[in-house]
């Protein structure tokens, strides 16, 4: 049996990169999905691509540093359903390689707004339709550097450990409701975002990124679907409060070299 059969999800962000792979995973396993994000166009294809292989999916335009968005998407996914099983806070945006004192006010209140605020937001319209119904699983997407440093990268850090603080507070607080809220800290992964990056910061900054990861890789996006999956099913029933790392061993990794590694 699949594993979110009649289950509603909602995920935003998810035209692309690992928004789009944890829908169409969803989907796969029996979700309705509802695919919000801020590109309409690509949004409403990828839903559409999820509609021809029979899957339940609708898009909806939902950019969330807007606050009426993402009331919005919640909204048409509980009337259309009668439910709100899971909601995935994916969007984010990669604004950094620049030390903090170059960042401007503006850069730093939108990275907070897209990335941080946005997730207080999809928690606040979906907690009381999950207390009501007496179940949900809400999973935030963090980030490895959550964890580790990373230069240039103050604000993104900064908005990516709130998301994993709010996750364990929220997961203590409604636990009562059997809500579950976990977060899950990817390592470099293949996608879009990415691609954004080394464009900006130069094609060396590859195998930089496969150097830190002990696997020899960076991920793919369906590696972080599947975390998705499991946290979103009832296998995950006694899971809350996690931070699920999907890194390749980025944040096992030393970054120095222990004294006692060195032949003698
Ligand atoms: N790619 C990585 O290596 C990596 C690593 C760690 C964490 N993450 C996190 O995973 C999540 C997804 O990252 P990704 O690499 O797939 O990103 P991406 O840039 O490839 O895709 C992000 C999606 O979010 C959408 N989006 C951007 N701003 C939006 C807004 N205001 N409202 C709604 N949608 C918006 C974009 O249109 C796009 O479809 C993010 O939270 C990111 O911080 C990514």
Known sequence: MARLEGKTAVVTGAADGIGF???????????HVFLGDIAADKGSKAADQLRAEGLNADFLHCDVSIEADIAGLIDAAVKKTGRLDVLVNNAAIAIGGMPVYEMSDE????????????????CKYALPHMIAQKSGSIINMASAQGHIGLDGWTAY?????????????????????NIRVNSISP?????????????????????????MHPIGRI??????????????????????????????GLTAMPHFIPHNSKPV
């Open 157 to 177: 850090a900064g908005a990516k450990g709130a998301v994993m603080s709010m996750s364990r507070q929220m997961a203590v607080e409604f636990g009562p409701h």
């Open 107 to 122: 850069q730093w209140h939108r990275l907070i707004a897209v990335n941080l605020t946005s997730v207080f937001r999809g």
């Open 21 to 31: 792979a944890i829908s169409e995973a969803m989907a796969r396993e029996g979700a």
């Open 219 to 248: 991920g793919k996006p369906s590696e972080v679907a599947e975390a998705a999956v499991y946290l979103a099913s009832d296998a995950a029933g006694f899971t809350t409060g996690i931070d699920l790392r999907v890194d390749g």
């Open 187 to 211: 390592g470099t992964i293949n996608t879009p975002m990415n691609e954004q990056v080394i464009e900006q910061l130069g094609p060396g900054l590859m195998q930089s990124w496969i150097g």
